[in-house]
T-cell receptor, first 115, second 116 residues
């Protein structure tokens, strides 16, 4: 299957600071990228969907000014958590797909801890 | 909107036995049904998928069956091994009016434990 990478895999930041997570599709052009959040022992919660060159579409209840998403190229999307709070601590996972296929591939995830 | 129910939430089997995880979906327009395996601390890995024009698909020890009439699909793992232990998620999506595939709707997951 296709490969999606995420960086960093783990990050610890202080409350009030911002942190950026990168998601890259390594061997295909990702016309659409997704950002999910996952709490322990729970399913994946879709935060937003982004198409290359367009503004992200956020799910209901997700603050777009807090979770900034940029999908500037067909291989890179970034999620910036602004003014992080301890309650933002979670496992963030990106995924990517090409418009012409059904399959959606996930990155390895980023564990964010806000102290 | 679409709703995907997954059962059981936990499943424990002996090594070598078969494991079956079932999902039901609510939207009859759904046409794509992938299964993901997620190991602890890692992202979900696509292990098999099926489209609505097919009733069954097999890949070595893994198979997926789809019953469109009943709106349910199942994952079958035969000859289970300890490395099959993980959380498995089913999902469903449908084609949008514009032609692109809609977002995946996930089940709540099944924690499979394979005991040696």
């Amino acid at each position: 299957g296709a490969v999606v990478s995420q960086h960093p895999s783990r990050v610890i930041c202080k409350s009030g600071t911002s942190v950026k997570i990168e998601c890259r599709s390594l061997d295909f052009q990702a016309t659409t990228m997704f950002w999910y959040r996952q709490f322990p022992k729970q399913s994946l919660m879709l935060m937003a969907t982004s198409n290359e060159g367009s503004k992200a579409t956020y799910e209901q209840g997700v603050e777009k000014d807090k979770f900034l998403i940029n999908h500037a190229s067909l291989t890179l999307s970034t999620l910036t958590v602004t003014s992080a709070h301890p309650e933002d601590s979670s496992f963030y996972i990106c995924s990517a797909k090409s418009r012409v296929v059904y399959e959606q591939y996930f990155g390895p995830g980023t564990r964010l801890t806000v102290t | 909107g679409e709703n995907v129910e997954q059962h059981p939430s936990t499943l424990s089997v002996q090594e070598g036995d078969s494991a079956v995880i079932k999902c039901t979906y609510s939207d009859s327009a759904s046409n794509y049904f992938p299964w993901y395996k997620q190991e602890l601390g890692k992202g979900p890995q696509l292990i098999i998928d099926i489209r609505s024009n097919v009733g069954e698909k097999k890949d070595q020890r893994i198979a997926v069956t789809l019953n469109k009439t009943a709106k349910h699909f199942s994952l079958h793992i035969t000859e289970t091994q300890p490395e099959d232990s993980a959380v498995y998620f089913c999902a469903a999506s449908k084609r949008r009016n514009g032609g692109s595939q809609g977002n995946l709707i996930f089940g709540k997951g099944t924690k499979l434990s394979v005991k040696p």
